[in-house]
């Protein structure tokens, strides 16, 4: 009768060790898949992240063509005002 309840109670055990194990390997791949997720996705967020401050920096350079442009004719408008000016002047 004693060993039958321990034989009974060991057979519990080993089952109760089964079940954990399981449970164990089963968490710990639910976690790989949870931080692989987590990672892909900061990984995508990073990507899009250069992607804009690349887009940021070709419109920041566009810009500051642009006003240089902007400059060369402003000095090119003067000096044809001037020219204008003094051809109006020499009647």
């Known amino acids: 009768m004693r060993e039958d309840k321990r034989r009974n109670a060991l ?5 109760e060790l089964e079940k954990d194990k ?3 390997i089963q968490f710990v ?3 790989n898949m949870t931080k692989k997720n987590k990672k892909d996705r900061e ?5 899009e992240r ?3 401050e690349d887009t940021l920096k070709g419109l920041e350079a566009s810009i500051i063509t642009v006003k240089s442009e902007i400059e060369k004719n402003k000095t090119a408008l003067k000096d044809a005002i001037k020219y ?3 051809l109006t002047n020499l009647d």
């Open 43 to 47: 990984t995508g967020k990073l990507i």
């Open 50 to 52: 250069q992607q804009k």
């Open 22 to 24: 399981y449970h164990l």
């Open 29 to 31: 791949i639910d976690d």
């Open 84 to 86: 204008k000016d003094f």
């Open 11 to 15: 057979n519990l055990s080993k089952t």
